[in-house]
């Protein structure tokens, strides 16, 4: 058998690596991170679709199209949804194919454009999500006040409007948490590829 | 300035790079895995580059930098490595003008070194490169008298699998 010092000798004379990265490559490696992020926010993204489908497994969802048949809202609901989950699954395709181009991406001008485009998805995902929470609350509380228009006194109505406008502030502002939480930290971080590319850039 | 930086970290690491493979040979065993630990290398030496103040010589710093990355992301991964993996790296230490002996002693050695544990890897590949206790005790955190106690122990497993 070989002593160590044998061993020791075949590894100093072991070949060296068959594949030697170029320095573009490895200035690719180094800032890869930014793919990375982008992963995360297409892998977020499926994850909360993925939840917001299985709530209406939990939720009583026939009690609340009673509630909408009332108002003879269950049309305009059932459209909205399906409308709602059509964006919903468009803005995957957009973070899926954000996540593929970052991720082949070859000089850092292109990686700007794209750190950019990839905010923008993001930014308009998740104006989407609010609008459409605002477009919900004020169709419901509408149709609410047309239904009991009636059996409502001045005062009751102006109560309700407020404590409706106090609620949608609420949810808003915890759904704004929430993804000021959820993309907030991600996105600073892409942000801050963002400048250090930029700056190299310029001194470039 | 920042663009400066980058072009000497780019010269050095490009001529260092064999200093990752070889690390990377170590600590996983196919292509893959060393792809993915070769990229975890190269940001984690790019990210700290700023600190390297060049009092040592830059190779002696990748090493620090180098096996600290593989020893943290190996004790982060649950993965155990399967020796029938070990052929995807034989492949790559095989040439045409290579000494037969010596290839059966390499491939030996890779099997037996991927039995090892983090530390024990580091501690071997170390002693493989020809490191003095100095620069080992200094890469791994630890003191010139531990590094030389715990080389001796890692030699004496290595042996043991190596000559069972």
């Avoid at chain 1, 709530?55 to 509630?67: A, K, N, P, Q, R």
Wanted: glycine share 2%; proline share 1%; hydrophobic share 40%.
């Amino acid at each position: 058998m070989y002593s160590l010092d044998n061993y020791k000798k075949a590894w100093g004379n072991q070949p060296e690596e068959t594949y030697q990265f170029s320095a573009l490559e490895i200035y690719k490696l180094a800032h890869s991170k930014s793919s990375s992020i982008v992963k995360w926010i297409f892998i977020i993204g499926i994850l909360e679709f993925v939840v917001l489908n299985s709530l209406s497994f939990f939720i009583d969802t026939e009690t609340s199209y009673d509630v909408y048949k009332e108002m003879g809202l269950e049309k305009t609901i059932l459209y909205s949804t399906i409308v709602a989950y059509g964006v919903l699954f468009y803005f995957l395709v957009l973070f899926y194919l954000n996540y593929k181009r970052i991720s082949t991406t070859d000089s850092s001008r292109q990686l700007m454009k794209k750190i950019i485009k990839t905010r923008k998805t993001v930014r308009n995902y998740v104006l989407f999500n609010f609008s459409y929470m605002a477009f919900v609350i004020v169709l419901v509380t509408a149709a609410y006040l047309k239904t009991h228009f009636n059996d409502l006194e001045a005062k009751q109505i102006v109560l309700i409007l407020l404590l409706i406008f106090v609620l949608t502030l609420i949810i808003l502002g915890v759904l704004w948490l929430f993804y000021q939480l959820l993309y907030g930290i991600l996105l600073r971080k892409l942000n801050y590829n963002y400048k250090a590319l930029a700056k190299l850039e310029k001194e470039s | 300035m920042q663009k400066d930086l980058e072009d000497k970290f780019l010269v050095d690491f490009e001529t260092n790079q064999n200093i990752a493979h070889k690390i990377c040979r170590i600590y996983t065993s196919n292509r893959d895995a060393h792809n993915d630990l070769f990229q975890e290398i190269t940001i984690q030496v790019w990210k700290n580059y700023p600190k390297f103040r060049g009092d040592s010589k830059f190779s002696t710093w990748m090493y620090r930098v180098a096996l600290n990355t593989a020893i943290s992301l190996y004790r982060k991964s649950t993965r155990q490595l399967k020796t029938q993996d070990f052929d995807d790296v034989a492949y790559k230490i095989k040439t045409v003008e290579y000494d037969d002996t010596e290839e059966v002693q390499l491939k030996a050695l890779y099997k037996a070194v991927h039995q090892l544990n983090d530390i024990d890897k580091a501690l071997i590949f170390l002693y493989l490169e020809d490191k003095p206790y100095t620069e080992i005790s200094e890469t791994l955190g630890i003191s010139n008298v531990n590094a030389r106690v715990k080389m001796t122990r890692a030699k004496e497993k290595l042996k043991n699998i190596l000559n069972p």
